[in-house]
């Protein structure tokens, strides 16, 4: 079956670095998302993305985070300047078709990040 | 802005017990609704989706429906087994929307 892939499973960084999150969606796939969870919280929607651009965002997702997709099949997440609230782990997925979709969307198994 | 509970937060059955977790959302007007588990530390792996025009799914022993006009829709599972032990999160795609919005989730324990 297939995956959404994510890179690193756990990555640990200074307050104040750049972090680059990775994921590897499906790959017949057009909209891909990232979400968070901080330990112990809700899953919270970050950011969606569809034909090389930001479709909607959270107020979560300010100018500190982007995106990107370099090629055709890597999406990336940058956190610019980490802080130690922007520990939690971070989700992607992706799905084929958005809102009358018979597939859902399809999570990673995501990336611990751990700032210190 | 959509809405989404779970209730029980927490829930511990004895195995072979069958149960009902409940997903209630504020806004109607939705794609779809989707079941996920989550193992501790792990990733959302998707269980079951219900579209907005059907009632109910099945897979194996989970059986999910959905009641779009009231806000709700229940997971069932049928024989529990202590390998069901999770947290099961429901997430909802609203009209209008290109994202789910998930619920507060509920932890299941079954006990051998």
């Known amino acids: 079956e297939p995956e959404v892939t994510q890179t690193p499973s756990h990555q640990v960084t200074q307050m104040g670095q750049e972090v680059i999150l990775r994921c590897v969606p499906i790959?017949?796939?057009?909209?891909f998302y990232w979400y968070r969870q901080i330990l112990g919280q809700k899953v919270e929607f970050l950011v969606s993305?569809?034909?090389?651009?930001?479709?909607?965002k959270s107020e979560i997702f300010d100018d500190q985070f982007s995106v990107e997709r370099p090629d055709g099949s890597n999406f990336t997440l940058k956190i610019r300047s980490t802080k130690l609230e922007d520990s939690a782990m971070y989700f992607c997925a992706s799905s084929p078709a958005a809102g009358k979709s018979n597939y859902g969307y399809t999570f990673g198994s995501g990336t611990r990040l751990t700032v210190v | 802005k959509q809405e989404v509970t779970q209730i029980p937060a927490a829930l511990s059955v004895p195995e072979g017990e069958n149960l009902v977790l409940n997903c209630s959302f504020t806004?109607?007007?939705?794609?779809?609704l989707q079941w996920f588990r989550q193992d501790p530390g792990k990733g959302l792996t998707s269980l079951l989706l219900?579209?907005?025009?059907?009632r109910e799914q099945t897979s194996g022993r989970l059986n999910a429906s959905l009641d779009k006009s009231s806000g709700r829709s229940t997971l069932y599972i049928a024989a529990s087994q202590p390998g069901d032990s999770a947290t099961y999160l429901c997430?909802?795609?609203?009209?209008?929307?290109?994202?789910?919005?998930f619920g507060t989730g509920t932890k299941l324990q079954v006990i051998p």
């Open positions: 219900i579209q907005s025009s059907q």
């Open positions: 790959s017949n796939h057009l909209y």
């Open positions: 993305f569809y034909n090389n651009e930001i479709s909607e």
């Open positions: 997430a909802a795609e609203t009209e209008g929307y290109q994202k789910v919005t």
């Open positions: 806004d109607s007007a939705i794609y779809n």
